[in-house]
């Protein structure tokens, strides 16, 4: 049996403060390098999970995915969040591959540049906006608005709905007590949502546009649509991922680039740089910090049993800075090269939005650059209570014209 | 060089149109369309698209 030396083994990846105070690192390389299947204790009487943090292992986890399912939740907590609803994220195959095929098509590479107009002139009128203030709070008034108003006409939703769509998405995502005005709150949210897209369900039952719910009611899956459950589910997914991800994407790009400023002047001076550093800022940032697994049989790992039931939780963040796949893993190179990240995860759940997020993001930098605008942090973040995602409640910056 | 997926695998993830659109496609069903016999010229671009599969559906040889 290998022994986790005696810090490793008392990391407790379950207490938040690390990642609220943004110093979740120095645990990750803690029990990356001395306790590869690290044991966590859960609060308020969960059963505990296993956590994997090194590249290798996670490759291994998620190619595995009879062993390792996602249909028994994926929140490191044992719930789920969208309530009993199959979703796209918690569903194994063959049920997940007939239904990701369904959405696919639509949030293609090539599709999305349909949508690039769009995000054309939502980052141009957020840049407009932001400029001409000079001290702002960037979540509010830039990361958070792009990805909702992006979203919005991708799903359908019209323009006054779209800030409904954060709202749901602050409450479902955490327990950040900002969010949470009673116990009850995430089913409330859901049922809102749920209600909500009920009625935009019909409408576009009997007038299709081109948007994604539309294409959601049309769809067939042997012949039959899909239940109102697996629509809702879908619904739910897409809000929450298409939130939840871009906006901590573009904040944590921010604070990334005012640690290493030498690196936006080397995007200043070769715009070429810019897709490469779109991947090192999804490597560097990660903003899905973990997703879990749960095991179907026991498997003998590191010397240790991870029984039939257990929890295990793919720390992607930790291995995005494994030193035995990523050299100097603490630095963003924006010309890393290769680079393949665990960003958008990896196997048959990557990212359903992994091609919208990339546009999103890589059209507010370059506009930054054509207009050569710096945004500056004046104070630390705010960050999320969570430690399953790498989120951003606040942040104040400046913004100057280079 | 010579580029297989087996369909078997394919999901449609669309990392490889996204590394290299001009020989591989995700069409309107979802179905993965690509050049399976590239040219020599763009190699560095077909690796990348076969490498950045994230189900490991594509091969390539010379």
Redesign the interface.
């Known amino acids: 049996m290998t022994t986790a030396t005696h810090g490793a083994a008392q990391v407790d990846l379950s207490d938040l403060t690390p990642f609220i105070e943004g110093r979740e690192h120095e645990l990750f390389r803690e029990i990356r390098e001395n306790d590869p299947l690290h044991w966590n204790a859960e609060p308020n009487g969960g059963p505990g999970y296993w956590s994997l943090t090194r590249y290798a292992d996670l490759i291994t986890a998620i ?1 595995d995915p009879t062993t390792f399912v996602n249909g028994l939740g994926t929140q490191i907590p044992s719930r789920r969040v969208e309530g009993h609803t199959p979703t796209v994220h918690n569903m194994d195959p063959p049920r997940h ?1 007939a239904m ?3 959405a ?2 639509h949030l ?3 599709k999305i540049k349909e949508w690039q107009d769009l995000i054309e002139t939502s980052v141009s009128t957020i840049l407009d906006d932001i400029a001409g203030r000079g001290e702002v709070e960037l979540v509010s008034s830039a990361s958070a608005l792009l990805p909702i108003q992006v979203l919005g006409q991708v799903l359908g939703v019209p323009a006054e709905d779209c800030p409904l769509l954060a709202n749901w998405t602050d409450r479902v995502i955490s327990d950040d007590p900002e969010f949470m005005r009673g116990p009850d709150e995430k089913e409330r949210a859901r049922e809102e949502l749920f209600d909500y897209f009920r009625g935009l369900t019909e409408a576009r039952r009997a007038e299709p546009r081109n948007d994604i719910v539309s294409k959601l009611v049309a769809a067939r899956i042997e012949d039959e649509p899909l239940s109102w459950e697996e629509l809702a589910a879908y619904y739910f997914v897409l809000v929450g991922a298409g939130n939840e991800t871009t906006r901590n994407l573009l904040t944590g790009s921010v604070l990334a680039f005012a640690e290493h400023p030498g690196e936006w002047e080397r995007l200043r001076a070769d715009r070429s740089l810019l897709r490469p550093a779109i991947e090192e800022l999804l490597r560097f940032i990660t903003p899905i910090r973990a997703m879990r697994r749960t095991a179907t049989k026991d498997v003998e790992w590191h010397g240790r049993t991870v029984r039939q039931g257990d929890k295990l939780v793919l720390w992607f963040q930790a291995a995005n800075r494994d030193p035995e796949v990523f050299a100097d893993p603490d630095t963003l190179r924006v010309d890393r090269t ?1 680079n ?1 990240h665990l960003g ?5 759940h ?1 990212c359903l939005g ?2 919208l997020a ?1 546009a999103e993001v890589s059209t507010f930098l370059r506009q930054m650059l054509e207009r050569d605008l710096r945004i500056v942090p004046v104070a630390e973040p705010d960050r999320l209570h969570t430690n399953q995602f790498h989120a951003f409640k606040r942040l104040r910056v400046r913004v100057e014209q280079a | 060089m010579r580029v297989t997926v087996d369909r078997d695998v394919c999901v449609s993830h669309g990392q490889c149109e996204y590394n290299d659109p001009d020989h591989f496609q995700i069409n309107d069903d979802g179905d993965l369309e690509l050049d399976e016999n590239p040219p020599d010229a763009s190699r560095d671009s077909v690796l990348r698209a076969v490498s950045a599969c994230p189900v490991r559906a594509l091969s390539a040889e010379s």
Do not use: L, Y
Not at chain 1, 344 to 348: A, K, L, R, V
């Open positions: 190619e591959t990701r095929k369904v696919t098509p293609r590479a090539v290769p393949q958008f995860g990896w196997g048959i990557t992994s091609h990339r």
